[in-house]
């Protein structure tokens, strides 16, 4: 009772502090009565897209991922949230991500990614408890299939057996506090479980009213057309940034024909793509890229040809190397939406900028050539890794 009294001050503050900021900001800016109207939206939580303030960072736009009974209507970027507590280094404390992910969501992001595996369980709780009284309003996205025994992963095998697809359902509808997940997808394939049976198990957890949409990860063409046979896709999230573009083989051209929504993981390569990086950073032990091939310190110092190219591209037109990575993205198709990760409000405002940043296609033809002149060092993954993303 006290901490829900200490949550609501903090809420009631925070709102109070922000209702201030905008109100005296709208002071300074003409029209100001819209944008005074405008921050007691927001402070009510009552915003949509169009009542966002003109000045402020903010996704204004939306996208529709699937399409028929499978379409799902998000915000065009999304918010990949694993790097709050896991794989990213340096994690700000709980209620630091829990104000970060409102701060997202009054600046109109919609979409939030999560998964059991991130933590394990400790991300989705974390989501749990920053989405609560939110949950009308904007949506998490979840994953199921891989393999845990008491409560550790078993990084050889996965799991999409119906009865751990149940398990992982259920765990998640209670550490999330919602009652239906509003996407899930299969985090990896598993060589033991027809991907059928995996699609009839999420279609009757459909039927049954746990889960709206379904999603795979890392899949190619020929498991999308079986599965979609069975259950429609509403999306696949699979790598895809300018220095791992796979999926334009086939998986987006089949995306594009059959009405699925792609979303891109990691789009602005782990972060490599911000050209904060080099190769003397230092990543944590609980930090995958430790671990990568691309970040090893040889490889971070021949990729960053890479880093150079958007830097001299974007700089001449006002953009950052991770808004010119990220708006690229978002120009390769209106059935994209990406879902970069950050920990800081200052990138989380960087990012969402890049929404509303328009490339002919010349300079998108110009920014590719450049690109694509320079050769990637290093693998996206370790072996075992890339052994359980399908080709
Ligand atoms: N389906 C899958 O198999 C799969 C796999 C991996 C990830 N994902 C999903 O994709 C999401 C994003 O992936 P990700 O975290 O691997 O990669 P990412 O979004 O490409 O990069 C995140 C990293 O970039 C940094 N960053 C963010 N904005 C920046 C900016 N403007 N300038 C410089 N650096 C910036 C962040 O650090 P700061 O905190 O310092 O900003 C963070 O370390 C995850 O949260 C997860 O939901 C899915």
């Known amino acids: 009772m006290k901490k829900e009294n200490n949550n609501r001050m903090e809420m009631s503050r925070r709102g109070f502090l922000k209702a201030a900021a905008l109100t005296s ?6 029209p100001a009565w819209e944008k005074v109207q405008a921050a007691e939206k927001v402070m009510n939580g009552q915003t949509s897209a169009q ?13 529709t991922l699937g399409s028929g009974s499978a379409a799902f209507t998000v915000s065009a970027m999304g918010f990949g949230c694993m790097g709050l507590n896991y794989h990213r280094s340096e994690h700000p404390d709980e209620q630091a991500c829990i104000r970060l992910v409102h701060e997202a969501i009054d600046r109109g992001v ?13 991300n989705e709780r974390l989501m749990g ?38 398990r992982v359902c259920e765990n998640s509808l209670r550490s999330l506090g919602v009652e239906s997940i509003a996407l899930f997808y299969q985090h990896r394939s598993d060589p033991n479980t027809p991907i059928e049976t995996v699609a009839e198990t999420v279609a009757q957890l459909i039927k049954e009213g746990k889960v709206q949409h379904f999603g795979l990860c890392e899949v190619n063409a020929d498991t999308i057309h079986r599965a979609h046979a069975i259950c429609p896709i509403t999306a696949i999230q699979s790598e895809y940034h300018l220095m791992h573009r796979t999926v334009e083989d086939s998986v987006l051209p089949l995306c594009r024909e059959l009405g699925i929504g792609f979303v891109p993981y990691s789009p602005i390569n782990r972060g490599f793509l911000g050209g904060l990086i080099n190769e003397y950073t230092q990543f944590s032990p609980n930090d995958n890229r430790q671990t990568l091939p691309r970040f090893q310190p040889e490889a971070i110092r021949k990729n960053l040809r890479i880093v150079e190219v958007l830097n001299a591209f974007g700089r001449t037109r ?19 939406v990406p879902i970069p990760g950050t920990t800081k409000l200052s990138h989380l405002e960087e990012n969402l900028r890049a929404a509303d940043i328009v490339f002919t296609d010349n300079e998108m033809k110009e920014l590719e050539a450049a690109v694509s002149a320079i050769p990637v060092m290093g693998s996206r993954y370790d072996a075992l890794q890339e052994s359980k993303v399908q080709r």
């Open 110 to 122: 919609t979409l939030f990614d999560t998964a059991e595996s991130y933590g394990p369980f400790t």
């Open 129 to 166: 408890k920053a989405l609560k009284g939110y949950i009308d309003k904007v949506n998490v996205t979840t994953k199921f299939g891989h393999k845990f025994v008491n409560g550790v992963q078993v990084r050889t095998e996965e799991d999409s057996s119906p009865a751990n697809i149940r």
């Open 51 to 63: 009542d966002i303030p003109a000045g402020l960072a903010a996704v204004r736009t939306q996208r």
């Open 318 to 336: 006002g953009y950052t190397p991770a808004q010119i990575a990220l708006a690229w993205l978002m120009h390769k198709g209106d059935f994209i």
């Open 25 to 30: 900001a709208a002071i300074c800016v003409s």
